[in-house]
């Protein structure tokens, strides 16, 4: 028999009865409940507890390095998937919470696409994939597991990356940690 260790997923298991604001990191949990504002909102709730970890003391690179938060531009962010399809599962994130492609102003669109194009250079260095995924989910019937704040998905896909789990057992196989990855594509990036 075959055993697949996952040893990170402890902290999430061992925490599943305890509430905070939805994504709000672990790391950053002391303080948003030290005063950060927080919302329903995974994104606005990770950028506010980041920005409020470093204006009471936290190293920048501490504080998004606990979120995930890979990049800051002026209009949008790019953060690991927190539950991610495969390796490198990149979301670029507009600050502006909007629920449409509509709503986001002709700039901070061409800011978030200029992102999608850096990102899949990256990725392509870091990760040598055979394509990519790149695509938004629009509203709960279009997909959107976060309707109320748009984001677009960045995935670098191999050609017979499959197997099983998925399909049988519900399950994802990941070879790295989210922390390893942020740290290859922070490398990279710069």
């Not at 949008?76 to 600050?95: E, M, R």
């Not at 999608?116 to 394509?131: F, I, K």
């Not at 789990?165 to 519900?170: D, G, H, K, L, Q």
Request: glycine share 8%; net charge negative.
């Amino acid at each position: 028999m075959d055993r697949l260790w996952t040893p990170w997923r402890y902290e999430y298991v061992s925490r599943a009865h305890e509430t905070r604001a939805p994504g709000v990191p672990e790391a950053l949990n002391g303080w948003v409940e030290s005063g950060a504002n927080t919302t329903d909102c995974v994104f606005c709730n990770m950028v506010a507890a980041v920005n409020y970890a470093v204006e009471h003391g936290m190293a920048q690179v501490d504080a998004d390095k606990a979120a995930h938060l890979l990049v800051r531009d002026k209009s949008c962010f790019l953060c690991l998937n927190a539950f991610p399809y495969g390796t490198g599962h990149i979301l670029i994130v507009p600050y502006r919470h909007v629920s449409s492609l509509a709503e986001l102003p002709g700039d901070e669109a061409a800011e978030m696409m200029s992102l999608a194009q850096r990102v899949e250079t990256v990725l392509r260095t870091v990760y040598q994939p055979d394509g990519f995924n790149f695509g938004m989910n629009l509203g709960e019937a279009g997909g959107a597991g976060i309707a109320g704040h748009i984001h677009m998905h960045a995935l670098p896909r191999w050609v017979g990356d499959t197997n099983f789990m998925t399909v049988t057992a519900n399950t994802r196989v990941l070879p790295e940690t989210l922390d390893t990855t942020w740290e290859r594509i922070r490398v990279s990036w710069r």
